[in-house]
């Protein structure tokens, strides 16, 4: 069994394994690490300029590591020479998807784990050495027995396999921060006195940069169930703050006052305690419905009941958006991304949500600073249909396009730039005190916008992101309740002296219709900044002003 590794593999250049294998590239210039994928159109793009996920800090250190830089060698390589990186390598990660399975027996619960035995099965009739085999991938508990099966059924029977559980922690957003200085490295193995020299090389690679009191050895099975029962915990955790957040809604409380309350008794902490339209990402719902399954299977019912609520709250809060009427009516979304700093709109609460407005026709002008527009056509073009998506669906390259014409704005995503922290109001708006007047158009300068990636035949003057006849372009709409130009006016100079990296709430007051409804999901906003300037907002876990019915 190698001990010594010099060659490892990665089966899977997606989320999970690029990120993980570029920083094992850049801290251990020893090893050779390669990144094998089927897809060439994937692999050619983190080859590239242009890598096909984003994540902070990911495209430098893939092109130090892939291209080399002053005296370090390359160590990164991406390729779909699937056979070859197997041949060579001493250690192999299996980092492929492990999506819910669809049809057959635990179909919309269980996880459909086809993909990681294709993987062992291409492992075990390639290798023709002793190999350490590691599962990377979120998988159900005893996947390992599974592979083990197929390594003796399978392989050469002079060659030795060892499979190990490393389960990844990383949140989307923060992967690289959570690499270079994870909490905690796992690594589970069957506690042999083979499989235990295959965990100390494999915790040797890691220990490259990560302390050795932070590198945890135990039996696979409680690898496997701890990534599980990370997961689920901090799904528990927003499901319960979102639960009495709809009581804060209901009585007058604030949850934001209740969590950070909350959240001030170290036995609880503040992490996770952040009411907001649901959990999104590839993980924390499937991960749940994983242990509902597995709970059923044992015969837990009691068990497999209490985890369902958690998924079944989420579901309620999306549900909870969708109360109000909006055929015919211009609605800006603004952030598709299931959460901020990450272009991953998988399983976001924005799908949900859009679906239920696509269903009473509207018009959804769509801004997400990391979700291009081929992407926003495409994925919910699968998923509602394209002509629909054509018709109602409007791309826009920055908020401004987005809001221009629309009665309600729906933020979706915590983007930083969507806050109002820097916005501060001059005193005639602070509280409220505001001089009734008709509005007219102010003079005020355009802010710089982050690119999406929309095409120039796009941009925020081009048909698909107008009025589509609601006002016409550049006019503001007449609300005899909204302040006075010159206080507006005297709001964006106050801006304009933070500069263009939040957006400006004072111009987005003169682009949209009436009633200029602001529904914020994610709690960025500061809702009595915005109701200075005339907009009526609801927020997640505060008393409703009436504005959106459910």
């Known amino acids: 069994m190698p001990t010594n590794i010099e060659n490892i593999c990665c089966i899977g250049a997606g989320y999970v394994g690029g990120p993980t294998c570029a920083i094992i590239a850049s801290k251990d210039l020893d090893i050779s690490v390669t990144v094998v994928d089927l897809s060439q159109p994937r692999i050619d793009e983190w080859n590239s300029s242009r890598l096909p996920i984003y994540e902070p800090g990911l495209q430098d250190i893939v092109e130090a590591a892939r291209d080399g830089s002053g005296l370090n060698p390359v160590t990164l390589h991406f390729s779909t020479d699937v056979k070859g990186a197997i041949h060579r390598a001493d250690l192999i990660f299996i980092s492929v998807i492990t999506p819910t399975k669809t049809v057959g027996v635990g179909a919309g619960q269980a996880a459909d784990i086809k993909y990681v035995e294709a993987a062992a099965r291409e492992i075990a009739e390639v290798a023709t050495s002793d190999k350490?085999?590691?599962?990377?991938?979120?998988?159900?508990?005893?996947?390992?027995?599974?592979?083990?099966?197929?390594?003796?059924?399978?392989?050469?029977?002079?060659?030795?396999?060892?499979?190990?559980?490393?389960?990844?922690?990383?949140?989307?957003?923060?992967?690289?921060?959570?690499?270079?200085?994870?909490?905690?490295?796992?690594?589970?193995?069957?506690?042999?006195?083979?499989?235990?020299?295959?965990?100390?090389?494999?915790?040797?690679?890691y220990s490259s940069w990560v302390p050795r009191e932070r590198i945890i050895t135990l039996n696979i099975w409680s690898s496997e169930l701890a990534k599980l029962s990370a997961n689920c915990m901090l799904a528990q955790r927003i499901s319960s703050i979102n639960s009495l957040s709809a009581i804060c809604?209901?009585?007058?409380?604030?949850?934001?006052?209740?969590?950070?309350?909350?959240?001030?008794?170290?036995?609880?902490?503040?992490?996770?305690?952040k009411a907001s339209i649901g959990f999104g990402g590839s993980c924390f719902k499937k991960d749940v419905l994983k242990l509902v399954y597995m709970a059923e299977t044992l015969h837990?019912?009691?068990?497999?009941?209490?985890?369902?609520?958690?998924?079944?709250?989420?579901?309620?809060?999306?549900?909870?958006?969708?109360?109000?009427?909006?055929?015919?009516?211009?609605?800006?979304?603004?952030?598709?991304?299931?959460?901020?700093?990450?272009?991953?709109?998988?399983?976001?609460?924005?799908?949900?949500?859009?679906?239920?407005?696509?269903?009473?026709?509207?018009?959804?002008?769509?801004?997400?600073?990391?979700v291009s527009y081929n992407k926003i056509i495409h994925e919910l073009g699968e998923l509602?249909?394209?002509?629909?998506?054509?018709?109602?669906?409007?791309?826009?390259?920055?908020?401004?396009?987005?809001c221009r014409g629309a009665s309600t704005v729906v933020i979706m995503t915590e983007w930083d730039e969507f806050k109002t922290d820097r916005l501060t109001l001059p005193p005639a708006l602070d509280l409220g005190d505001l001089t009734a007047s008709r509005l007219t158009t102010p003079t005020v300068k355009r802010a710089d916008s982050v690119s999406s990636g929309i095409p120039s035949s796009q941009s925020e003057d081009r048909s698909s992101c107008d009025d589509d006849g609601l006002l016409s372009p550049g006019t503001p709409p007449t609300n005899t309740n909204s302040p006075a130009p010159e206080l507006i006016n005297q709001?964006?100079?106050?801006?304009?002296?933070?500069?263009?990296?939040?957006?400006?709430?004072?111009?987005?007051?003169?682009?949209?219709?009436?009633?200029?409804l602001v529904f914020d999901g994610r709690n960025v906003v500061d809702a009595s900044k915005l109701r200075s300037l005339g907009f009526l907002v609801q927020s997640i876990g505060k008393k409703s002003e009436g504005v959106l019915r459910r």
Request: glycine share 8%; with cysteine; net charge negative.
């Open 132 to 205: 350490i085999v590691v599962e990377k991938s979120t998988v159900p508990c005893g996947t390992a027995e599974i592979l083990r099966d197929i390594f003796d059924a399978v392989g050469d029977p002079q060659v030795r396999f060892e499979v190990l559980s490393n389960p990844e922690f990383l949140a989307e957003g923060t992967a690289i921060a959570d690499l270079l200085s994870p909490d905690r490295v796992l690594v589970g193995s069957e506690g042999t006195p083979s499989a235990l020299e295959a965990a100390s090389a494999l915790a040797d690679v």
């Open 249 to 273: 809604e209901a009585t007058g409380a604030d949850i934001q006052e209740v969590s950070h309350s909350v959240g001030l008794d170290k036995r609880i902490g503040p992490n996770f305690l």
């Open 300 to 370: 837990l019912p009691e068990v497999a009941a209490y985890w369902k609520a958690v998924v079944d709250i989420k579901n309620g809060k999306r549900t909870a958006l969708a109360g109000t009427t909006v055929d015919g009516k211009r609605i800006a979304i603004l952030g598709l991304a299931y959460k901020k700093n990450t272009g991953d709109t998988r399983e976001s609460p924005a799908i949900d949500f859009m679906g239920s407005m696509l269903a009473e026709k509207a018009t959804l002008a769509i801004y997400d600073p990391k």
């Open 384 to 402: 509602f249909g394209h002509e629909a998506v054509a018709r109602y669906v409007k791309p826009c390259e920055n908020a401004y396009s987005a």
């Open 491 to 516: 709001a964006q100079a106050l801006f304009d002296s933070y500069g263009p990296k939040r957006l400006d709430w004072a111009r987005i007051s003169t682009l949209m219709r009436r009633p200029r």
